[in-house]
Nanobody
């Protein structure tokens, strides 16, 4: 499975961005897809995930109510709609996918697939 992320950029605080992650290859094996982020000097952290089987979504507390994850099964693409962006949302965002277990609370070392990061910068 290959993951291609896109959509990062520079936005002012309070603005919005949409990230996309397109999966290719053996996509039928994917159980969950989602996003992590890593700010300078910090560990990579979970942001949001969507389960491919039932569409259930999961969010980190820091982004609940502001970010929405959605999927397009026909295109094998997951989107992260980010609204009301804050300075602290600045980070490199990574798309991730796993087979057979949840992205939530998992050790990032266990994640099966990663996309290249896309930079999101929120300015004041």
């Amino acid at each position: 499975v290959q993951l291609q992320a896109s959509g990062g950029g520079l936005v002012q605080a309070g603005g919005s961005l949409r990230l996309s992650c397109a999966a290719s290859g053996r996509t039928f094996s994917i159980y969950e897809m989602g996003w992590f982020r890593q700010a300078p000097g910090k560990e990579r952290e979970f942001v949001a995930a969507v389960r491919t089987t039932d569409g259930n979504t999961y969010y980190a507390d820091l982004v609940k109510g502001r970010f929405t994850i959605s999927r397009d099964n026909v295109k094998d693409t997951v989107y992260l709609h980010m609204n009301s962006l804050k300075l602290e949302d600045t980070a490199v965002y990574y798309c991730a996918a796993v087979r057979g277990f949840s992205l939530v609370d998992t050790n990032i070392k266990n994640i099966n697939y990663w996309g290249k990061g896309t930079q999101v910068t929120v300015s004041s």
